[in-house]
């Protein structure tokens, strides 16, 4: 059973940064993809960044320039650095990773924005 760990959210100013980090347990695997989503209250799950295989990266445009997505197979991890963070970032941030035909959750981490 894999299981992903969340980490690094929390309570930021406009303008400020965080970086999340999600880990995934058991042993090495072969990700399809790793990524971030995130939801606020009363919205759908929404994309934030994806790493797609090893090497292309997929960002939504309201994070562009912003938030940077990294992630290292050897490691099982995936993370997101968010600068120059916006009221309208606040969410529960989830990571997913997709290995094989299977998709894995984080139970997501809290982000808010607010001075």
């Known amino acids: 059973q894999v299981q992903l760990v969340e980490s690094g959210g929390g309570l930021v100013q406009p303008g400020g940064s965080l970086r999340l980090s999600c880990a995934a347990s058991?042993?090495?695997?072969?990700?399809?993809?790793m990524g971030w989503y995130r939801q606020s209250p009363g919205k759908e799950r929404e994309l934030v960044a994806v790493?797609?295989?090893?090497?292309?990266?997929i960002y939504a445009d309201s994070v562009k320039g912003r938030f940077t997505i990294s992630g290292d197979n050897t490691k099982n991890t995936v993370n997101l650095q968010m600068n120059s963070l916006k009221p309208e970032d606040t969410a529960v941030y989830h990571c997913?990773?997709?290995?094989?035909?299977?998709?894995?959750w984080g139970q997501g981490t809290q982000v808010t924005v607010s001075s």
């Open positions: 058991g042993t090495r695997f072969s990700f399809r993809s």
């Open positions: 997913k990773m997709v290995i094989g035909i299977y998709d894995y």
């Open positions: 790493i797609i295989g090893t090497a292309k990266t």
